[in-house]
């Protein structure tokens, strides 16, 4: 149902803006005579902003989460350190050689007591490698959870810088337009600085590989079109 509601939804938002533009008197912009070099050069600049961002969400990710620490990977980690104590214990109890120039009673006592020893070493290495598994799928669960946290917590200061970044002016549509004309409405002048602002925001937060990619994609064509 959703994946018929949202068409639906983003059309009518477009007819909305259309009525919006014509109640307004909105008038075409004009894009500026830029060469390819020139674009390339603004692009450019975005990604190094963009890749500053990164440097800073890296930094507060790992300061942010620098305390947190999985109490089930450090348990098993422990329980991995004890078994291999009682691995060691089972094998000196197995390599015990049973006493010599004794009674045949006193022998199978002996005996009797290596080889309960030895079950009871078995048995306790068994329940620590149990409890050692649980404390690993309860790790890998925490530690799910915890990728899932350091991605939201980097993608908001991502937002968050970039939105300070592109209403400190940093803007990428009006680089690419000529001068407003005189007759066009004001209203029109301040809803478009919030959609460059706006849209500016998300493609910095975005990262410096999604602009590398407009770069080499934009690279591309312009050599498409000058090898014509």
């Known amino acids: 149902m959703r994946e018929l509601i949202a068409p ?19 008038v ?22 963009a890749l500053v961002i990164e440097r800073a969400v890296e930094v507060y990710v790992n300061n942010r989460f620098a305390g947190e620490q999985l109490d089930d990977s450090r348990q098993s980690r422990l329980a991995g350190a004890k078994v291999k104590t009682l691995q060691a214990a089972l094998d000196a109890e ?26 009871k070493w078995n048995d306790e ?5 149990e409890m050692k598994a649980q404390f690993q799928e309860s790790a890998a669960v ?28 940093v803007h990428t549509l009006t680089q690419l337009v000529d001068a407003f004309p005189a007759d066009a409405p004001v209203f029109q002048t301040k809803f478009f600085m919030f959609a460059d602002t706006v849209l500016t925001a998300f493609l910095l937060a975005g990262g410096a590989d999604g602009i590398h990619q407009i770069v080499k ?10 090898a014509v």
């Open 142 to 169: 925490s530690l799910d959870k915890l990728k899932v946290a350091k991605r939201r917590a980097a993608m908001t200061a991502a937002t968050f810088l970039a939105a300070i970044v592109a209403l400190s002016g």
């Open 28 to 49: 075409a912009l004009s894009i500026k005579n830029l060469t390819a070099a020139q674009i390339g050069t603004q692009l450019l600049m975005l990604s190094f902003i």
């Open 125 to 129: 290495i068994s329940e620590t490698l």
């Open 217 to 226: 994609k934009f690279t591309a064509i312009s050599d498409d079109i000058t």
């Open 94 to 119: 197995t390599a015990r050689a049973l006493p010599v120039g004794v009674s045949a009673d006193q022998l199978a006592k002996a005996t009797n007591a290596k080889q309960e020893s030895i079950g």
């Open 8 to 26: 639906g939804v983003a059309i009518i938002l477009v007819l909305i803006s259309a009525m919006i533009a014509a109640q307004n008197g909105m």
